[in-house]
T-cell receptor, first 116, second 111 residues
Framework: GAVVSQHPSWVICKSGTSVKIECRSL??????MFWYRQFPKQSLMLMAT?????????EQGVEKDKFLINHASLTLSTLTVTSAHPEDSSFYIC????????????FGPGTRLTVT | QKEVEQDPGPLSVPEGAIVSLNCTYS??????FMWYRQYSRKGPELLMY????GNKEDGRFTAQVDKSSKYISLFIRDSQPSDSATYLC???????????FGAGTRLFVKA
């Protein structure tokens, strides 16, 4: 149990275009989902916390107009990178916390974004 | 000072060795302590969690928490090449509900 999926697993896009990444909790409901960014050989950097039915909470320094997050249901959150630039190339990972739990997070497999 | 400090390594050990991975934290309000394993180009996988001082064992893995010293450890017995990965400690402040991750320690187990 507690499986989180992400789609796509990798994507290449051109500068100026937008890319949407989906995060789904497959066998549980997740009131809270998290979006992380990870550069090679570095740890996870929390970008935003996404709560179902409300606006996401962004970490300091993360542009909310550039990284649009929507958490429309208890099993789906999406991250849209708008007007992508090469510096947005990174590994994006989502995680989900079980509704009612306040500590365990289950991670998706990640999405590798390359902007050319 | 970072809230969670973890030596990034890399740490290289021979197969069969006992591995000790450690983190320190600064805020005594932290309550939950977790260890994640991350293989290259994959998402982190939850290995163990605990919320009290002492030891918690699961197969070859033992998590240890010393709240008085603000020190947490993960021990891996009889290490295998398949244990080669990055191990991240994670600590949760129950007040904030936000998990704080360590930098991750890269472990290499050589056959």
């Amino acid at each position: 149990g507690a499986v989180v999926s992400q789609h796509p697993s990798w994507v290449i896009c051109k500068s100026g275009t937008s890319v949407k990444i989906e995060c789904r909790s497959l066998d549980f409901q997740a009131t809270t989902m998290f979006w992380y960014r990870q550069f090679p050989k570095q740890s996870l950097m929390l970008m935003a916390t996404s709560n179902e039915g409300s606006k996401a909470t962004y970490e300091q320094g993360v542009e909310k107009d550039k990284f649009l997050i929507n958490h429309a249901s208890l099993t789906l959150s999406t991250l849209t990178v708008t007007s992508a630039h090469p510096e947005d190339s990174s590994f994006y990972i989502c995680s989900a916390r079980l509704t009612g739990q306040n500590y365990e997070q289950y991670f998706g497999p990640g999405t590798r974004l390359t902007v050319t | 000072q970072k809230e969670v400090e973890q030596d990034p390594g890399p740490l290289s050990v021979p197969e069969g060795a006992i591995v000790s991975l450690n983190c320190t934290y600064s805020n005594s309000a932290f309550q939950y302590f977790m260890w994640y394993r991350q293989y290259s180009r994959k998402g982190p996988e939850l290995l163990m969690y605990t919320y009290s001082s002492g030891n918690k064992e699961d197969g070859r893995f033992t998590a240890q928490v010393d709240k008085s010293s603000k020190y947490i450890s993960l021990f891996i017995r009889d290490s295998q090449p398949s244990d080669s990965a990055t191990y991240l400690c994670a600590i949760l402040n129950t007040g904030g509900f936000k998990t704080i991750f360590g930098a991750g320690t890269r472990l290499f187990v050589k056959a």
